[in-house]
């Protein structure tokens, strides 16, 4: 790629990166330059201009690390994959297809999201965004090979691989958030509790759907109501989410469904910084969904923040702007999760 890219620092003083066509890629860099303007969202970086001679195309600095030099543990690392393969599925809703994905196109940030960066521009294969994820997990486990990391759940991660491998155009983004979903479940402490020993996800199946959370309607009041039914045996076996209701909460005139009925579930009291829902299913596992509308309407994952051993009841307090405090309850006493703005 004739290309030269370069750090650039904005009259405002913020940090910009610039790619300067040298010759031979304008076509290729104008689709890029298209594709990163048509495709705006959170998932993928912000395009500030394009133009000039040579072509120039300038897109706002998210951060210095990628998929490929960031040092998460295998945890931390399936709960960024969690966001990309959520990423990657509201692509694909919107019609777009990045056909380049790499450790070096997935930017880390400093607050923990994701973003794509260098896409293809003209791929169109859903298909291939999933099989090249399966890259992805090969070159972190190759990583983590080299660095002595220890892989507890490593037969779960080649599994996955398998499985991205073998992709096809009936495979799902959001199952595919699904299978990294209990690789990220980490043990949690709290000042009211010790430090619990881990133990690695359960292999039951559907035990990484626990928790899907579906945005319903708007309603008026601020209020939280828990209900329980059955899953049917299909969708547990499928790993597809259920048409059924396990729990039901109303959060700032925001209603979440999660699909299986569980020990406990939470929504936010006024005065937490932004409206979130959590539940505590039947394996000890806390998931957390935020209110943004997108994370509603895709039916997106809910992420695992904790496994809490025997705890029986979840409930919110409010730290003031910067914070919200989730208590897990049980037999052995409190557990205290934060959870971030």
């Not at 009841?313 to 409190?334: H, I, K, Q, V």
Request: glycine share 8%; net charge negative; hydrophobic share 40%.
């Amino acid at each position: 790629m004739a290309t030269r890219v370069t750090t650039t620092t904005e009259q405002d003083g913020s940090l910009a990166v610039t790619k300067t066509v040298l010759s031979g890629d304008r076509a290729d860099r104008l689709a890029e330059a298209r594709w990163l303007a048509d495709a705006a969202c959170d998932f993928v970086v912000s395009v500030l201009n394009v133009g000039g001679e040579p072509l120039t195309i300038k897109t706002k600095h998210h951060g210095q690390r990628t998929l490929r030099t960031a040092r998460e543990d295998p945890p931390a690392m399936a709960r960024l994959l969690v966001r990309v393969a959520r990423g990657i599925a509201d692509l694909h809703g919107r019609g777009f297809v990045h056909g380049k994905l790499t450790v070096d196109h997935v930017i880390v940030g400093t607050d923990g999201d994701v973003r794509v960066c260098s896409p293809s521009g003209v791929a169109t294969d859903p298909v291939a965004d999933m099989r090249d994820l399966g890259r992805i997990v090969v070159d972190l486990l190759q990583r983590w090979d080299d660095d002595g990391v220890d892989i507890a759940n490593r037969a779960e991660w080649e599994r996955i691989v398998e499985r991205l491998t073998a992709a096809d155009e009936h495979t799902s983004p959001h199952r595919i958030a699904r299978w990294f979903a209990p690789l990220a479940v980490e043990p949690t402490t709290g000042p009211d509790r010790q430090p619990s020993e881990p133990r690695s996800p359960v292999s039951r199946p559907g035990a990484g759907v626990a928790v899907l959370a579906v945005f319903l309607l708007v309603v008026a009041t601020a209020r939280w109501t828990t209900q329980r039914s059955t899953t049917a045996p299909e969708a547990a076996a499928t790993n597809e989410p259920s048409d059924l209701a396990g729990s039901i909460i109303e959060v700032d005139g925001r209603t979440y469904r999660f699909d299986r009925a569980g020990a406990a579930a939470a929504g936010t009291p006024t005065g937490c910084p932004a409206p979130r829902a959590a539940y505590l299913d039947e394996d000890d596992t806390v998931w957390l969904v935020g209110a943004t509308e997108r994370d509603g309407l895709d039916g997106a994952v809910a992420e695992p923040l904790a496994r809490v051993p025997g705890a029986t009841e979840l409930t919110f307090e409010a730290n003031g702007d910067s914070a919200c405090t989730l208590w897990a309850t049980g037999p052995a006493g409190r557990t205290a999760i934060t959870v971030n703005p």
